[in-house]
């Protein structure tokens, strides 16, 4: 069992940089998951790290040791692909067997491993099959068993279950927990659903073009988003923006947009003394926005039902504001209602840099 | 559509295909016929299609009387090592073409594609004078190396969209797995690539056995002369063809392509839709 150090990593293919000065360390035994939308550099940081692109600067360690140099064969980590990359001419047995055939592990002990590892996933019944004769879920199992097999110091899983149909995706999520809890050896995620990373990893990493932008719980990530980024990019449906910029301070201050404002005495923020003219984004979670008879009128663009709640989109002083509501409320498009947010919950960002201007433990 | 219609309709169809079949079998069933006609048969008028009397004495004199078996050996030499250099050349090249990326790489493959369109007989006399410089002048290797010119190309580029259909990641497993390079080349890539590597030899098999104007040039002693020289050199002078012996030495030479096409044939028609289908 590892710990993962990542020191000012750099990738660059050509002029395009994929990955870009990340810092960052993950604890022995602990479920990390990289998270960023697709071209953000989290496939390439996993192949980093497990020797298949070597890093243009920047160290890499593996249980404190630089591994850089070393060819993946020499990492001891195991790999789970999003295609599952199972050898096809092999049997189930052949591609659990690989890769301690390749470590060189008496022919004795392989038959036994094989077996254990076959009876964890629950494939000892399909050990002479070919991948092609298996089932999603149970390619995915099969790859699953190639990594497990070899008791590696990590384990690098890059989006394993988004070729899954979504009940399976939800079992194997479950499964993934379970295996992570017994085994306990540290596991990297690479995926580009906030809900994988949400429900399975104890921190997560949030990367868009190649840089890091937060990397915490997902309570904190989700509660205390660094920037508007990770503020937009975490969260289902995804936070309401609202250009506009302060007035007054302390108790006083307020949010203005045009003729419409919001006091927000209520927030603490990190800097209690910001330039009058401070332009920010104020960020609204869905489900902080409420109907109030003493709030500001806005008008119903769409509702969409889906049973335990209601998303509901208004139009709300010219801006398009999502709501998240309980399934009860009946409401048609083009009603006239009047809407509030909770105060104590709302983000407020530089408008510059995006970066978060609430004080941490508010 | 009745089924005595559909009945019909297959009938016809079947009629009409085994028509276009033995028109274009048919130079082929007269070679084999005229090969077991007596001589006195060859030149009647009108043409009888089956023989009076069948004899195989044409086969027998070719096979004790002529150099036909040092032709066939020398031409199974030359397929069988043109096929084996082109292959294990190819097959790394190809390799190396699709997985490393290093300055060139396209431009490279584009060269090589260009030095195949360039006609055989533009190279033939500068390979000549090359092979006679290096002293290989009249053996199979002269062959052997004058094949491997422009069979290599067409090798590559048949392999190399074999390569391109197996997927990035298995190697990459291999290689997180524990293996070496060419571990993962060998344990992984080459079984995936193995319906590409027997299609691609057969091409380069055939390009060797029915090879003409290179083993024409460049080789002139009967010690080294593939089938193909060998046998209108034997049997084709100004004054006489020996047409017998000639139908008889191309029974001879089709059969080993006909039961080569027979048993692998599934792999070559794999070859020529490579590319056009993903997986």
């Known amino acids: 069992m590892a710990g993962i150090r990542f020191d000012q990593v750099s990738k660059r293919f050509g002029g395009v940089t994929a990955v870009n000065a990340l810092s960052m360390e993950i604890q022995a035994g602990e479920f990390v998951s990289i998270l960023g939308p697709s071209g953000c550099g989290k496939t390439t940081l996993l192949r980093m790290l497990a020797g298949l692109e070597r890093p243009s600067a920047g160290a890499i360690s593996i249980g404190g040791a630089v591994v850089n140099e070393l060819a993946p064969a020499e990492r001891n980590v195991a790999m789970v692909f999003q295609t599952y990359a199972l050898y096809p001419h092999m049997t189930v047995a052949g591609n659990i067997e690989y890769p301690l055939k390749k470590r060189r592990v008496p022919k004795t002990e392989r038959a036994g491993r094989v077996r254990e590892a076959a009876r964890v996933l629950e494939l000892e019944a399909l050990l002479g099959r070919k991948p092609r004769e298996l089932s999603g879920g149970q390619q995915q199992r099969v790859a699953l068993g190639r990594a497990l097999v070899r008791d590696p110091a990590a384990f690098l899983l890059d989006e394993p279950l988004s070729n899954l149909d979504a009940k399976l995706r939800t079992h194997m999520r479950a499964e993934l927990i379970r295996l992570h809890r017994r085994i306990g050896r540290t596991m990297v995620y690479v995926t580009h659903d906030q809900l994988e990373a949400m429900t399975m990893s104890q921190r997560i990493a949030v990367l868009n073009e190649g840089a890091l932008q937060q990397f915490a719980s997902p309570q904190d990530i989700y509660a205390r988003p660094r920037n508007d980024f990770v503020a937009g990019f975490i969260g289902t449906p995804s936070m309401n923006f609202l250009d506009g910029r302060l007035e007054g301070t302390g108790a006083d201050r307020v949010f203005r947009s045009g003729d419409w404002s919001l006091p927000i005495g209520a927030l603490r923020l990190a800097d209690e003394h910001p330039d009058p003219d401070r332009r920010v984004r104020l960020g609204v979670r869905p489900e902080h926005v409420r109907l109030d008879a003493q709030g500001e009128p806005a008008r119903v663009i769409l509702v969409e039902p889906t049973g335990h709640e209601t998303i509901l989109v208004f139009d709300y002083s010219g801006n398009e504001i999502v709501a998240r509501m309980d399934g009860e409320v009946s409401l048609e498009p083009d009603d006239s209602v009047r809407l509030s947010f909770r105060v104590a919950k709302l983000h407020l960002f530089a408008a510059d840099d995006g970066r978060r201007l609430n004080l941490d433990d508010s | ?279």
Request: charged share 10%; proline share 6%.
């Open chain 2, 1 to 279: 559509m009745s089924a005595p219609a559909r009945k019909s309709r297959r009938y016809l169809f079947n009629l009409f295909a085994w028509t276009v079949v033995l028109v274009i079998a048919f130079p082929l069933l007269w070679m084999l016929l005229t090969s077991i006609k007596p001589q006195s048969e060859l030149f009647l008028i009108p043409p009888a299609l089956l023989p009076g009397e069948i004899t195989f004495e044409h086969y027998r004199r070719l096979l004790t009387e002529t150099p036909f078996l040092t032709y066939l050996k020398n031409s199974a030499w030359l397929a069988g090592g043109t096929t084996l250099v082109v292959i294990v050349i190819a097959t790394l090249g190809a390799h190396s073409l699709v997985r490393f990326s290093y300055p060139g790489r396209e431009r490279l493959a584009t060269l090589v594609l260009f030095t195949y369109l360039l006609p055989s007989v533009v190279l033939v006399i500068p390979l000549y004078l090359l092979m006679a410089g290096l002293g290989l002048a009249n053996t199979l290797t002269s062959l052997i190396i004058a094949y491997t010119t422009f069979a290599l190309p067409y090798a590559l580029w048949l392999l190399r969209s074999f390569m391109k259909a197996i997927p990035e990641d298995l190697e990459s497993a291999a290689l997180v797995d524990g293996a070496s390079r060419m571990q993962a080349f060998v344990d992984v890539i080459l079984p995936q690539a193995m319906p590409g590597i027997i299609s691609t030899a057969m091409f380069t098999a055939i390009l060797a056995w029915n090879e003409y104007l290179y083993a024409l040039v460049l080789v002139n002693s009967d010690a080294a002369r593939p089938l193909t020289t060998g046998v209108i050199n034997m049997l084709v002078t100004s004054f006489n063809i020996e047409w017998s012996l000639l139908m008889a030495a191309s029974v001879m030479m089709s059969v080993p392509l006909i039961v080569v096409f027979a048993f692998l044939q599934r792999y070559l028609t794999r070859g020529f839709s490579a590319g056009a289908i993903k997986g």
